[in-house]
């Protein structure tokens, strides 16, 4: 049984910072990994992806030069590293893990994720 377990969120002020973690059990090894959030009222986006290799990464453009993916195969743990957060960062954020890879992984419907964790809020006061 695969579980996604996603931990580091709260409320921070613009500007600061954030690293959430995801921690998977039960997931095959070449499965790849990415973040999605939703916002009050508005549709789940995806935010990053990374490969199971680590040598694919995707970031929606809203978050390029400020948001971080990377993945800890040995503490089957992935991470989002989000720095210069904005008011409109805030959001529910999920972590999720796609078989069929990062690429196109962003723009995929909720049934091409196998995955999907609880979610941990990000709130971003201004």
């Known amino acids: 049984q695969v579980q996604l377990v996603e931990s580091g969120g709260g409320l921070v002020q613009a500007g600061g910072s954030l690293r959430l973690s995801c921690t998977a059990s039960g997931l095959p090894y070449d499965y790849a990994m990415g973040w999605f959030r939703q916002a009050s009222g508005k549709e789940r986006e995806g935010v990053s992806c990374?490969?199971?290799?680590?040598?694919?990464?995707d970031y929606t453009d809203s978050v390029k030069g400020r948001f971080t993916i990377s993945r800890d195969d040995a503490k089957n743990t992935l991470y989002l590293q989000m720095n210069s957060l904005k008011p409109e960062d805030t959001a529910m954020y999920y972590c999720a893990a796609r078989r069929r890879g990062c690429t196109g992984m962003l723009a995929a419907g909720e049934r091409d994720i196998n995955y999907w964790g609880q979610g941990t809020q990000v709130t971003v006061s201004s």
């Open positions: 990374i490969s199971w290799t680590g040598s694919v990464t």
